[in-house]
């Protein structure tokens, strides 16, 4: 996976650790500062630390190469297992039953390995029946005819030999393959794979060339696609491309064969997972909306989380909010931005939703609408906290 000369520190998300001077250049404390200040707070050595490093992740899960020496590990503070519960839901791969085998994954390698491994492989069977093709319009210069001729631009140019030519050429060279051939060459340029998903990531990556062009793509382009009986296999491949996408971020080095982050932004996923398993258990009465736009003027609006509707009389009943963090208790800044949500909607209710239990939970009224604080734990087996904070969200 890495070079032998490769160190490697690791941290745990939300805690802090220190580090001696000697461990950590300066060089690399700036990088850490400039380029990754969203995901890692870095104190540098001073008396106030005793002269050590502290370092603290901010709700990040992943690796960070720093230089040819030295990467960061990120380690997440849920369990590995709950992780793929999570990454179930968020990303739709519920009936893909890819969890069999993971159970036995230990660390964030493990699971980076485990599903670069298993994108890499469903590609290659992909190959193998052949890639998804449709027609795509073409002109081009010709010695000979093919499809249509531009009779116009032979009698502007007759002294032109080549004929304009417009046709449909049937191709694999579309989107839907290019998501699945710029995130194989993401992967395999992540530093992060063992020798036996590195081989297979390029064998699946060798396998395309050729066939497909390297185009940039982004998660955002594997949402919302065509998908039909030609092509219905590609939604679990695309919801996979776009879960190694949402979570590889530009390097601070140039250079075609630097190393990549991989960083899991788990408060975005804790948001993306409790949305998909409460569109999966919500009772039939009501419906669920996520990142709901509420406007209050002219280019200013607020973004909700979640909302459940009464589906009788289309009313907004719970605004819920969720915090990947552990606090002792919820913040007067959550508090007013909730309150303010439910105003803005006439909502009655709305909930802040941790992963884990506060020291003071909270339920009071403020004015006419209730502010509580719930669960949705990361602690125990998914279905269990998921039915537990459904039964407490309607008490």
């Given at each position: 996976m890495n070079p032998a000369n490769l160190k490697i520190i690791e941290i745990i998300e939300y805690k802090t650790q220190s580090f001696s001077r000697e461990e950590i250049s300066e060089e690399v404390g700036i990088i850490l500062y400039e380029k990754y200040q969203k995901q890692v707070n870095v104190e540098f050595p001073s008396p106030k630390t005793r002269y050590q490093w502290k370092i603290t992740a901010q709700g990040y899960v992943g690796y960070i190469p720093l230089n040819s020496d030295l990467a960061l590990k990120i380690n997440p503070k849920v369990p590995i297992k709950n992780l793929f519960g999570m990454l179930e839901y968020a990303y739709n791969l519920k009936s893909f039953k890819f969890l069999k085998g993971l159970m036995n994954c230990e660390s964030v390698e493990d699971f980076y390995n485990h599903l670069a491994y298993i994108l890499a492989d469903t590609i290659i069977e992909r190959c193998r029946k052949e890639l998804y093709r449709t027609y795509l319009p073409k002109t081009e210069q010709l010695a000979y005819v093919r499809g249509r001729l531009n009779v116009q631009q032979i009698i502007k140019k007759p002294w032109n030999v080549k004929l304009q030519c417009e046709y449909e050429e049937h191709t694999a060279d579309i989107i839907e393959n290019q998501i699945l051939f710029w995130t194989l060459f993401h992967i395999g340029h992540s530093g992060f794979c063992t020798e036996k998903v590195s081989l297979i990531v390029r064998k699946a990556y060798h396998a395309m060339q050729g066939m497909v062009s390297l185009q940039p793509c982004s998660s955002e382009d594997c949402i919302g696609r065509l998908y039909h009986r030609l092509n219905e296999d590609y939604y679990i491949l695309h919801q996979f491309c776009r879960f190694f996408l949402d979570n590889t971020i530009p390097n601070h080095e140039k250079g075609k064969n630097t190393s990549l982050p991989f960083l899991v932004d788990?408060?975005?996923?804790?948001?993306?997972?409790?949305?998909?398993?409460?569109?999966?258990?919500?009772?039939?009465?009501?419906?669920?909306?996520?990142?709901?736009?509420?406007?209050?003027?002219?280019?200013?609006?607020?973004?909700?989380?979640?909302?459940?509707?009464?589906?009788?009389?289309?009313?907004?009943?719970?605004?819920?909010?969720?915090?990947?963090?552990n606090p002792k208790h919820s913040s007067p800044e959550d508090i007013a931005q909730v309150v303010t949500y439910a105003v803005s909607k006439s909502c009655p209710e709305t909930v802040l939703v941790y992963p884990t239990e506060l020291n003071h939970s909270l339920d009071k009224y403020i004015g006419k609408i209730r502010v509580r604080s719930l669960t949705f734990s990361l602690d125990d087996k998914i279905e269990d906290a998921g039915n537990t904070f459904l039964t407490k969200l309607f008490s």
């Open positions: 788990m408060a975005r996923l804790y948001e993306m997972f409790v949305a998909e398993w409460l569109k999966k258990n919500l009772p039939h009465n009501f419906t669920l909306k996520t990142q709901e736009k509420i406007n209050i003027g002219e280019k200013i609006y607020f973004k909700t989380d979640l909302i459940l509707y009464d589906k009788t009389d289309s009313k907004p009943k719970y605004i819920l909010d969720t915090k990947y963090k």
